[in-house]
């Protein structure tokens, strides 16, 4: 039972830290595209804060999106799950966590393979563009720790409900 409370306190803080990160990232993408606004208008255009926006858009996209799947606000269709008891639909819920989970761990996998087969460079920032695509497999590693506490979080507790 410690492990599950342990594991929860992670998985919160990681929550916590990627709320921020994402918050930061988004705060940043608006000041650059102010800059670019205010330069094109009144000095030369900025050449590279497309890019710039475009990286930490997909960023906050996946780190976002393991923010969204904590929460349980990715859409859901429940109408079924809704039809059983709460034992059976505890059990349909860890089913559906572990089927997220091992299409998560899928991505993480074959996500690193093709981030680290790249070797082109960005076109105005000249930074590889491996460092853009692991953007893919960082938000569902961060995902998939999420499914495991979901699943423990069922696992451990007492009655039906969640």
């Not at 919160?12 to 102010?34: E, F, L, R, S």
């Not at 799947?69 to 059976?88: A, M, N, R, V």
């Not at 981030?115 to 998939?144: D, H, N």
């Not at 720790?145 to 007492?158: M, P, R, S, T, W």
Request: hydrophobic content about 50%; overall charge positive.
């Amino acid at each position: 039972m410690n492990f599950i409370k342990a594991f929860k306190k992670f998985s919160d803080g990681i929550d916590k830290a990627c709320i921020a990160a994402a918050v930061v990232m988004i705060g940043i993408m608006v000041i650059v595209t102010i800059a670019q606004i205010i330069c094109r208008e009144y000095f030369k255009a900025l050449q590279w804060s497309e890019e710039v926006c475009r990286f930490l858009l997909v960023w906050a996209t996946f780190i976002g999106a393991s923010c969204v799947y904590k929460e349980g606000t990715h859409i859901t269709i429940t109408f079924l799950q809704d039809k059983f008891s709460p034992e059976k639909k505890k059990l349909i819920q860890i089913f559906v966590h572990i089927i997220c989970l091992v299409a998560f761990v899928a991505v993480v996998y074959f996500g690193f393979k093709f981030a680290l087969k790249q070797k082109q460079l960005a076109p105005s920032l000249r930074i590889p563009m491996k460092y853009m695509y692991f953007s893919v497999p960082l938000g569902f590693g961060l995902m998939s720790i999420h499914a495991v506490n979901e699943i423990l979080q069922f696992i451990g507790q007492k009655g039906g409900n969640k």
